[in-house]
Structures are given as C-alpha cells and as structure tokens.
C-alpha cells in the first residue's frame, strides 16, 4: 500500500468527518486510571442483518433444537462442541485457538426489554444505547467522546470501515468513514481563502472541515514500511476491511512528528491513531436457505478474526484491543417454510482480546421457555456489554453516558 494509500481511501470513499468540538484531554471517571484510557482500542464488528445465533452457538444437548430445526439444524457430530452441553457451528473452527487460550468469551441472550424487530430500529436502539421506547440522536460512542475527548494526538474518535452508516458514531464524533476501501484516488489538501469566510462563512466552514477529513486520514495513512503486515488476511469484503483496519493502526502508532494540537509527550505509546474501528460483515438476514449462506458468513467471521488475532499481535496491540461483535437482533427458534429463519430476539456476541477472560457468560437458551410470539426471553442487556467498555476497558462514567446503570460483565482480566 502506497503512502498516500489511505488519504486517497478517504476520497473514493467520500470520507466523512464530523468536528463539533474542539480537541481536549481525555478524562476519566471517578476510580479510573489513565492506563485504562482510549490506549485501549475498541473494535466493533457489526453482524448487519441479524445473525441466528441458535446455529452460531448451539444448544445440541436440548433435544427441542432439533424439533424446532428439522432442516435447517446443525448435526450434532459435525458441531464443535465446548462442553455438556454447547457447541460451535463448524464454520467456527478457526475460533478454537482463541477459545483454548480463553481469550475469546460468548456472551449469550443479548437483547434488550420489549425488542422490537425492525431492522432500521432495532439498530438505531444499539447504535444510540437507548430504551425500546426511548429516541435518542447521538450514538453511544458520541455521547461518550463527548463526556471524555479522546487525547489531542490522536488523527480521530473513530475510523468506520466498510459501511456508509456511522452508527455508535453518529451525530458529534470525529469519525472517518471509509465505504469502500479497495479503491483508490488522488486527492489534495484543500485551502480555503481567507476571503471566502468574509463572503461566505457557511461554504468556508464546510472546507474548514473538509480539510480536516484531509488532514485526519494524512495522519492515518501507513508508509509502506507500516504497511507491510506479515499477517495473511483472507479475501473477500470483509478480508479487505480487517486489512485496512489494521493497516489504519500500524499507521496511527507511528511517531507524530506534529500531533494534531500540541505534542505527543504525555499521549499513550500506541492508540495515537483512533480509540474506535467499526467494521460491518453484511448478510445475516437469512430468511431463505439459510445452512450454506451462514455457513460462509461464520467462515469469513473466524478466519477474520483469526488473522484480526494475528495482525494486531505483530503490532504489539493484542493486549490493549478488545473486539466485540454486536447486531440489531438474532432469529426465531423455529425454522421457517423457506428453510431460513426470521427475525427474532436474542442472540450469541463474541468478546475476544488478550486481556479478555474466556468462556461462556450470560444466559443459555431454553428453549421449552419461548414467549407468546415464539422467542426466546432476554438474558442480557446489550448495555451491559457497552457498560464494560465505558468502565472497566476505558475507566469512564459508564452509567452517565448510558443514562442509567447497567453492570458490567467479568469479561476482562485484571
């Protein structure tokens, strides 16, 4: 990847950046520690769609499974099992090494209280940690960079790989989108004339802040020396958007020789690029024939996060990440006519990291126990898993960001 690779990302991409406010330094929550600060990377994978988490993680020893999935139901001889009674979908093979070192824990019966299943608000109710009845404008991650700005020298909030959506980014972050990373165009820094903010402050504000698209993704682009990662990605969409992910992080370690207001003495050794990489692996709703398309979607999600493992051990980042799947919500129980399945209620998340603490958390499914309409009871509120990187990952004020207190899941080493 050449120098100007990832500055050119940005303008085929048509990047965006917001800068409502101003660069400051970070603070942290009452108790917390500046080791626990935005050092710590969080990684989002977005599941878009709604993954079915019954065939992700499933429950083989319950013998309603397979009642429930005559067709569609993973064999128990082909699942990986972890114990008594849970199982891995086969796909997930790539997954094991991580869960043999118990650095990678499942956390199942994530929902939240009266789940609605629309696709457009289900997400809206993740990316801004609002009630089901409740609407909110900024995404969480908004709310919290607002209530404690990431360092001066760091290029951004957060870099969005893969999705035109900024999600938990939305609406006050200064946050990079890039909606198709594999192209490449030139582009230059823009200069806006002192006049023009005489004549016309609204166009001059508008290049103001397209000069610090520019000038953002120019901190980010990796030389080709960063560039070469000796970590083999697999291919695919979803294979590219690790591997600019991680390329955005060999980049955003590099020494500064100007960090964007001020020095970098007293800023962390590594994180000097963004506290957030959103990345979004699309089509999880499986509606119709579902067996084989979620076959290769799981394939895409363990090999990625097999060499996700692998890249950020080389760039020494391993123990200061903390990667997360989430989705708008899981599927029903019961197969449907079209040997898929349709949108339901809780489901499986993946937390892995080398701080974290393996194994199996939250609730498992029982699945004699269904509601009214067929699904299965919430076990776990998604907040709770954004209330343990608030707290215990970056040390802020989770239960001020998130309006209210959720606790935290004993997901993380000490």
Avoid at 288 to 296: E, L, P, T
Avoid at 336 to 342: E, V
Avoid at 389 to 409: C, K, N, T, Y
Wanted: aromatic residues 8%.
């Amino acid at each position: 990847m050449k120098r100007r690779s990832f500055l050119s990302m940005c303008a085929a991409a048509g990047a965006t950046l917001w800068l409502p406010r101003a660069f400051g330094a970070q603070a942290a929550a009452p108790g917390g520690s500046m080791n626990r600060g935005y050092g710590n990377l969080l990684i989002l994978v977005e599941l878009k769609g709604g993954n079915d988490g019954l065939n992700t993680v499933i429950p083989f020893a319950d013998p309603t499974y397979y009642q429930l999935r005559k067709n569609i139901g993973i064999k128990r001889e082909q699942a990986i099992q972890l114990d008594e009674r849970t199982a891995l979908h086969p796909s997930l093979q790539p997954l094991m090494p991580l869960w043999q070192s118990q650095q990678l824990a499942i956390v199942q019966g994530v929902s939240y209280a009266q789940p609605n299943l629309s696709h457009f608000r289900s997400i809206e109710i993740w990316d801004t940690a609002s009630r089901s009845d409740q609407y909110l404008r900024e995404g969480w991650l908004t709310r919290a960079f607002a209530q404690a700005p990431v360092p001066a020298g760091f290029a951004a909030d957060g870099v969005v790989i893969g999705s035109a959506e900024m999600g938990p980014l939305a609406n006050g972050a200064r946050a990079i989108a890039l909606v198709n990373p594999a192209q490449f165009v030139k582009a230059s820094h823009l200069v806006t004339p002192v006049s023009l903010h005489e004549r016309n402050p609204e166009l001059a504000h508008i290049l103001d802040v397209e000069n610090d698209i520019v000038k953002a993704a120019d901190r980010l682009r990796p030389t080709q020396a960063q560039a070469q990662l000796k970590t083999v990605f697999p291919g695919g969409a979803f294979g590219s958007s690790i591997k600019t992910a991680m390329q955005v992080l060999a980049a955003g370690d590099a020494p500064q020789e100007a960090p964007l207001g001020g020095t970098s003495q007293g800023q962390p050794k590594s994180g000097q690029g963004v506290a957030v990489i959103r990345l979004t692996l699309n089509g999880f709703d499986t509606h119709q024939n579902q067996s084989g398309q979620q076959a290769a979607l799981l394939k895409q999600l363990a090999e990625g996060f097999a060499s996700m493992k692998s890249a950020l051990v080389e760039l020494g980042r391993w123990n200061e990440t903390l990667v997360m799947t989430y989705a708008e919500f899981g599927r029903r129980p019961r197969e449907n006519q079209s040997n898929g399945t349709d949108h339901g209620t809780v489901a499986p998340h993946f937390v892995m990291g080398g701080r974290v603490r393996g194994g199996l958390y939250g609730v498992p499914p029982v699945l004699a126990r269904l509601d009214g309409n067929g699904n299965l009871p919430v076990g776990v509120d998604f907040q709770q898993l954004y209330a343990t990187v608030l707290g215990p990952w970056w040390g802020l004020d989770a239960s001020a960001i998130l309006q209210q207190r959720f606790e935290p899941l004993p997901l993380l080493r000490v």
